[in-house]
């Protein structure tokens, strides 16, 4: 079985296979969407198979409404008595403020005087819109002040001049109204109030380019005789209180000049339509500008409706005939009828002939599907479903105007071939497509995957068991270059199946499908073409090792390894500065192309720098890793150089081999540690013996009688060195014991207040011996720690014997005890004898004394013994040296008194 599994005869029988699983995958897909997409598979009703009460049906049925509604509003606006009328007039201005639609009710039969009433025969506008061309207009218009108001008037048309004109200005009312429109809004912000200039309603809306030149305070056109203020007040006055346009030139000089308007300038530019006819009234838009009948913004006005009516009417005119044709060329010729009377118009758009609105609804229900809707009463009856909701969330707001009545019915029976018709063909043709699509999907889509599944777990594998990897000839190309195949097709994919879908409609389905066919036959071959290569590359390990990019950093690092780490530097920031001079004249570069490889190149060198900065830090947070754990005390951690490079490999290994010496000197020292305090355990022990016969038998030389006055100094003195001898003995064992940890601690509760007075009390002798004050300060209150009594003790009389030995005599010993919430601090102050020139921290080593001479009795080990067992029961010791100042403090946790039930 696994000799099969691995041949090549299965591989190649599954990758046919799926291909052709893929290609019905592609086929079903585009199938069963195409129905979705035409309403033919409807998820909320799929066992339906009924035309009429489809969701097909009744998205035919409202695109049929809508449709010959807006051919009711194209009748009402082309037609006059019923009948296409070439010679009805269009207002231009009420087509464009009203986008192309016309307002219910009969038509309005007055004629507005205005200027800006344009009327256009149907006819004539219909043949201009066939064919219309542009003209560009520019339009200049300023004054200048000398002695008088200078006015000059310019408009070009392609360049060449159309008209000319230059005037003396008496009155404001006497520039054009474009300058009038400046100087008005500079009185405005200068002096207030509000103008309106006089057969100006509305403001120009259109796109326009203008540019305003100002020149205040020419030398040419200033008066040296200075400004009679008293007649300039004066005409300020007259401007507030309204009279802008009563002042006369003289007057209107002044003003401007007192507003810094010697000069004005207006340019503009335009692109008009040619016009090619007249209205109704001769008259044409540029004439009536030239003339004087209106201003440059009405002008405007007038081509941008004219230019909108342009545009639409002959697509609106030919959509009138298509559904003319469509609807009205005779009762027998469509399935489809309608009845619509609008507002309050009398006349009724049918093509039922001579029927009442009361008989509409049996006559819908004879036909079969019918659509009614009254507006006076609210009355809307259907038979189509979704018909209301699509009625009232959009056409209603668009037709279902005041008084109107609306009706649209459908001959089920289909007895006409019209669009319906053919549409109750298609569905029953292909609604059963419906199932076998579905079933052809799911088939295809696990044939697919499971071939996929197969070919991906067997690619680059051969033997009886798989364990060779086998690569192709196409594996040996660069992977760069594969990887760019893979993208180009998979975008030459992506738009020729775009292509597919936009060239073949839902009306050509069988197009569609075999295009799609064999387009994702191939696409589907050049994928595993590609995904199987990776898949071998990296089963074989040679993803990497077959690009371009390996073979440019080897390269690289063959020579950038063999540098210095300061050489290596320069290279990379060489390589990064010319990089940047590369890609910074690319960004700027207005060509697009050049643009996008400029951009390619940034996130190309950005890639690649990320790689080797990512690659750095991660190589340099394990060299870190390493030190951290060795600074931790893990002496035996070793750091994986395996994976580092350069000089990171070279720091770890150093870091291992400093850690490795650390290791073996901490080991040693340890060693000696241990060495010592066994030999000192065994002197000890060794010591002792000897000496218990020493002390017994000066104890025994101490009952004779011996009269020898000096035999018993020298008898005092065995004792005493002997005695001596025992507590050093002992010191030193107990010393050894706790340096390594062999001791065992009873821990109970004691009242630390209570044992240093015990303590205090019993060194009392000794402190007045040497002329010691000891100034105590203890809590009233008892302050328990969890100690062990006898290890406590012991400690305590240290401290209390250390002062003893080295204190200064004749001066005060400070006790002092702080008792906080939840800890408790025991310090004792003196005056050393001795200067102390040693650190705090050397004092708690064995055998040190602050007597450099050792002339006292001090063994060098109480110190030691009391920091030791202090840190053995929890607490904390510490020194403070301050000149001769010798201060011990130790800490303990306090614990809480217990309360008596």
């Known amino acids: ?75 009402k606006k082309f037609e006059t008595d019923g009948n296409y009328d070439t010679e009805k007039q269009i207002d231009i201005q009420k087509y464009y403020s009203s986008q192309g639609r016309v307002a219910d009710g ?18 004539d506008l219909v043949e201009w819109a066939r064919n219309y061309t542009y003209s560009q207009y520019n339009f200049q218009s300023s004054y200048y002040i000398d002695d008088e108001i200078h006015q000059k008037q310019t408009v070009t048309r392609e360049g060449k001049s159309v008209y000319n004109e230059e005037k003396i200005i008496g009155s404001l009312g006497d520039m054009s109204l474009e300058l009038q429109e400046l100087i008005v809004a500079n009185v405005e912000h200068y002096y207030g109030g509000s103008y309106q200039i006089p057969g100006v309603e509305t403001t120009t809306d259109g796109e326009v380019t203008v540019t305003l030149t100002e020149t205040a305070g020419d030398e ?66 540029w004439s009536d500008y030239i003339q004087g009948n209106c201003t440059e913004a009405q002008m405007q006005k007038s081509y941008e409706a004219l230019e909108y009516t342009l545009e639409n009417i002959g697509q609106e005119v030919n959509n009138y005939k298509k559904c003319l044709n469509r609807y009205n060329l005779g009762k027998e010729g469509s399935n489809v009828a309608y009845w619509i009377k609008r507002g309050s118009d009398e006349q009724v758009y049918t093509n039922l002939g001579e029927k009442s609105a009361d008989d509409l609804i049996a006559y819908g229900k004879q036909m079969g599907k019918y659509f009614f809707y009254q507006e006076s009463d609210m009355r809307l009856e259907t038979n189509v479903k979704g018909m209301e909701d699509a009625f009232y969330n959009g056409i209603e707001q668009t037709y279902g105007g005041k008084g109107n009545v609306l009706f649209i019915c459908v001959n089920t029976s289909f007895a ?49 068991n798989g364990e060779e990897n086998l690569t192709c000839w196409f594996d040996k190309i660069p992977t760069e270059l594969v990887f760019l195949g893979a993208a180009i097709s998979t975008i030459a994919t992506i738009i020729m199946f775009g292509e597919v879908l936009y060239r073949f409609g839902p009306s050509e389905l069988a197009g569609m499908l075999i295009m799609s066919g064999v387009l994702g036959f191939f696409s ?76 390619l190149w940034f996130v190309g060198m950005s890639l690649v720098e990320g790689v080797f900065i990512v690659r750095e830090g991660v190589q340099r947070n394990k060299v870190l890793e390493g030190i951290k754990n060795i600074s931790d005390g893990n002496l035996e951690f070793k750091i994986d150089t395996t994976q580092l490079q350069g000089d990171n490999k070279k720091f770890a290994e150093s870091v291992n081999a400093i ?25 000890s022990h060794d010591i002792k013996t000897p000496l218990t016969s ?60 209570e044992l240093v007075y015990q303590t205090g ?38 401290l209390y014997n250390n002062v003893a030995k080295y204190a200064m005599a004749n001066t005060r010993v400070y006790v002092d005890m702080e008792v906080e919430e939840d800890w408790v601090t025991l310090s004792i102050k003196n005056i050393s004898q001795n200067a102390l020139n040693i650190q705090a921290d050397e004092l708690t080593e064995r055998f040190i004394r602050g007597d450099v001479s050792r002339s006292t009795e001090g063994s060098g080990l109480g110190l030691s013994i009391a920091k030791n067992l202090t840190k053995l029961m929890g607490g904390e010791f510490e020194i403070y040296l301050d000149g001769d100042l010798f201060k011990v403090t130790i800490g303990f946790s306090r614990e809480p008194e217990k309360t008596e039930e």
């Open 416 to 464: 006409q071939q019209d669009s319906f018709y053919e549409a109750q063909q298609e569905y029953s043709r292909l609604y059963p497509w419906i199932y076998i699509g579905t079933v052809a999907m799911v088939v295809s889509g696990l044939g697919w995957l499971i071939c996929f599944i197969y070919l991906s777990t067997v690619a680059g594998k051969g033997g009886e």
């Open 1 to 75: 079985m696994k000799k099969i599994r691995y041949s090549t005869g299965l591989k190649a029988t599954m990758v046919v296979v799926q291909q052709i699983f893929f290609v019905v995958l592609v086929v079903s897909i585009l199938l069963v969407t195409t129905l979705f997409r035409k309403n033919i598979l409807d998820f909320g009703d799929i066992k339906n198979k009924s035309f009429s009460t489809s969701a097909y049906f009744s998205s035919l049925f409202q695109q049929s409404a809508e449709e010959i509604f807006n051919f009711v509003e194209l009748r």
């Open 694 to 753: 020493i002390i017994n038998y000066v104890d025994l030389l101490k009952r004779e009688d011996i009269p020898n006055e000096r035999a018993q100094n020298y008898i005092n003195v065995l004792e005493a060195k002997s005695q001596r001898l025992k507590q050093l003995t002992e010191d030193l064992l107990e010393a050894s014991k706790i340096s390594s940890g062999n001791i065992t601690l009873q821990m109970e509760r004691i009242n630390f207040v």
């Open 106 to 123: 009969p038509e309005d039969k007055t004629v507005d005087d205005g200027s800006d009433i344009r009327r256009y025969y149907l006819g």
């Open 220 to 285: 040419e056109t200033v008066d040296e005789g200075g400004v009679d203020e008293e007649l300039l007040q004066s005409v300020i006055q007259r401007v507030i209180e309204g009279g802008l346009y009563d002042l006369n030139s003289e007057e209107l000089i002044l003003l401007l000049k007192d507003m810094g308007m010697q000069q004005q300038g207006y340019k503009s530019n335009y692109n008009f339509v040619n016009e090619s006819y007249l209205s109704v009234d001769e008259r044409g838009i």
């Open 524 to 599: 589907s071959a050049l994928f595993m073409l590609f995904y199987l290569s990776f898949v071998r590359r990296i089963r074989a390990g040679i993803l990497w090792n077959q690009s371009i990019a390996h073979w440019i950093v080897r390269g690289v690092g063959i020579v950038f390894h063999a540098r210095r780490p300061m050489t290596k530097m320069i290279i990379w920031f060489a390589i990064h500065f010319v990089g940047c001079l590369i890609m910074i004249p690319l960004l700027t570069e207005w060509n697009r192309r050049y643009q996008i490889l400029g951009i």
């Open 761 to 798: 009390g019993e060194f009392n002798e000794k402190f007045e011996a040497k002329g010691l004050t000891a100034v105590t300060k203890l809590p009233r209150e008892p302050v328990v720690i969890m100690a062990d009594g006898r290890r406590i003790w012991r400690v305590v009389e240290n």
């Open 659 to 683: 850690g490795d010496g650390l290791f073996h000197a901490v080991d040693d020292s340890m060693k000696n540690e241990r060495l010592k305090a066994d030999l000192i355990t065994n002197v």
